[in-house]
């Protein structure tokens, strides 16, 4: 059974930077697909971040390209959310789930079988 752990969640001031990671466990992590997901109150889940198995391939959601970097380290069993120039309204908690299903991710929170414990990120005005 895989298991999720995120970290590097925290307050920061608008325009500043976050790195957020998720440590796997108990599988290949080069068989799973990743992605990053965020849940802000009052608002439904949404796809932030999406990388492919190997890595090579990724998938960003509008609000975030250009500023947001998805990568792993499949050495590590880690991928990594880069957040660069955060807003207010990138505040959320943070959620990396996997899928041994789909090579390149995806951007449906249903494709994804395991989810981590989430972590919060608050960017203040």
């Known amino acids: 059974q895989v298991q999720l752990v995120e970290s590097g969640g925290g307050l920061v001031q608008a325009g500043g930077s976050l790195r957020l990671s998720c440590a796997a466990s108990?599988?290949?992590?080069?068989?799973?697909?990743m992605g990053w997901f965020r849940q802000a109150p009052g608002k439904e889940r949404e796809s932030v971040a999406a990388?492919?198995?190997?890595?090579?391939?990724?998938g960003y959601a509008d609000s975030v390209k250009g500023r947001f970097t998805i990568s792993r380290d499949n050495a590590k069993n880690t991928v990594y959310l880069q957040m660069n120039s955060l807003k207010p309204e990138d505040t959320a908690v943070y959620y990396c789930a996997a899928t041994p299903t789909y090579y390149y991710g995806s951007t449906y929170g249903d494709h994804y079988d395991i989810w981590g414990q989430g972590t919060q990120v608050t960017v203040s005005s």
């Open positions: 990388i492919s198995r190997s890595g090579s391939s990724t």
């Open positions: 108990g599988r290949s992590f080069s068989s799973l697909a």
